[in-house]
């Protein structure tokens, strides 16, 4: 038959009840002729258990000292639960094989707690896959040049899975969680949220990056590069579905060409609470200030998301940005402690309580009034737009987080979202 590579989450091994229905799962998968690949996660909380035992003893974690045993300490979650569902399938009669990331090898460069997959070796895989045995292979992790463990970041267990499936070259990577597939946006915020059968590369990439907790930014980024069937699908289902029936339940993650994909204008919301906006007012308007201000942020590790530079006014301008609501405080220092007395600017001023509402859609390329439909609706809700950012099959935009569930609800119906595609 295929090679198959499954993914399981956190919660889908969350308990040893939990883990033998996967072993049985994966055993049903094994029987009907497939060879299968294995990419567990730690069992759920227990990544934030050890963490929280470091942070105990170091409470400095922050310090890149830490990172090396960090990276050992937290890899060892993945470990547990590998070698258990290893136990369990062969509890169920299927001969079965665990390995830690160092063991396959996932080689990785040298950024302990969020490093990069640089290649994987499949020889020791696919010789035992060959003999007849599922190969379960830790998540999250690998190994560099040096021979020290590294983590790839939360939910790097996903960029496992694609990593593997793109090594092995395999016919489609499943990724097994708690949820049965992507959806128009959040059924917590907008019950009339659908889910789609299929969306593109390109929509879930924009959806991943835009705050959609559904898959890892990275794994989708892997899986456009590499060609990689996704699907998405749950955990929770009765492992002795039928495996037709299961094989092409959730949404399939697959290419825009697909003859199969929904032809909607936009295909979900997305959104995204942990955002803060800052603004450095009076700045001279003068070659090199975003530089000056960007620049001094990226180097202290901090991520921008959302720009915009207002109109000169006598000399003077506006910039603002936003970053992670984790990094207001830090951004804020930085500023006030160093770039404002070298850029000669008046104030800083923030707003941590704000948010990110998004459309998202390849139709939007084709179809033309698209944004403003988008700014018509929110104007007719009363929300203001603080913040506007566009890409080719994305628009963005800025508003209090106060208003950020009447956005989604009011988008999703004024893009009929809540109808089956034709």
């Known amino acids: 038959m295929a090679l198959i590579v499954h993914k399981y989450g956190g919660t889908s091994m969350g308990s040893t009840e939990r883990i033998r229905n996967v072993a049985k799962r994966v055993a049903k998968w094994v029987r009907a002729g497939h060879q299968m690949v294995v990419v ?12 929280g035992l470091a942070k105990e003893l170091a409470p400095s974690q922050a310090s890149a000292a830490y990172g090396r045993e960090l990276d050992m300490l937290a890899a060892t979650g993945e470990q547990a639960s590998s070698a258990l569902l290893a136990l369990a399938l062969q509890a169920e009669g299927v001969e079965a094989v665990s390995y830690a990331g160092w063991q396959v090898q996932v080689l ?19 010789a035992d896959l060959d003999a007849g045995k599922v190969v379960v292979i830790t998540g999250f992790q690998g190994v560099d040049d ?21 090594a092995l070259k395999a016919a489609e990577c499943l990724i097994y969680t708690d949820v049965d597939g992507v959806y128009t946006t959040d059924p917590r915020v907008e019950p009339d949220a659908r889910r789609l059968k299929t969306v593109s590369f ?29 699907r998405v699908l749950s955990s929770f289902t009765p492992w002795d579905i039928d495996i037709q029936e299961e094989a092409s339940s959730g949404t399939l993650i697959t290419f825009e060409e697909d003859e ?25 308007d003068k070659p090199g200030i975003a530089y000056q201000i960007l620049g001094a942020v990226a180097d202290a590790n901090i991520e921008v998301d959302v720009i915009i530079q207002n109109l000169s006014k006598n000399g003077m301008t506006d910039f ?7 990094d207001y405080n830090k951004t804020i220092d930085l500023l006030n402690g160093k770039v404002l007395p070298e850029l000669g600017a008046s104030t ?10 998004s459309i998202v859609g390849i139709g939007m390329r084709s179809h033309v009034g698209v944004a403003s439909k988008m700014f018509r609706v929110l104007s007719e809700e009363g929300i203001n737009i603080q913040m506007i950012s566009t890409s080719e099959i994305k628009t963005s935009v800025v508003i209090d987080e106060k208003y950020m569930e009447l956005a989604v609800r009011a988008l999703h119906k004024a893009f009929d979202l809540d109808q089956n595609a034709a």
Do not use: W
């Open 40 to 51: 567990p996660s730690a069992m759920s909380g227990e990544t934030n258990r050890l963490l």
């Open 202 to 230: 390109e929509e879930m990439l924009e959806m991943a990056s835009l705050g959609s907790k559904v898959l890892q930014i990275r794994s989708v980024e892997f899986a456009g590069k590499y060609k990689v069937p996704l």
């Open 108 to 126: 990785t460069d040298s950024s302990y707690t969020k490093a990069r997959i640089e290649h994987i070796d499949d020889k020791r895989v696919r």
């Open 348 to 357: 800083v001023e923030g707003d941590a309580k704000i948010c990110k509402v």
């Open 146 to 166: 040096a021979g020290n463990i590294t983590t790839l970041g939360r939910g790097g267990s996903d960029t496992s899975a694609v990593a593997v499936a793109a």
């Open 320 to 326: 603002s940005f936003t970053v992670h609501r984790n």
């Open 260 to 284: 199969n994909m929904e032809q909607a204008v936009v295909s979900g919301i997305a959104f995204n609470r942990d955002e803060a906006k800052i603004s450095v007012l009076g700045v001279p």
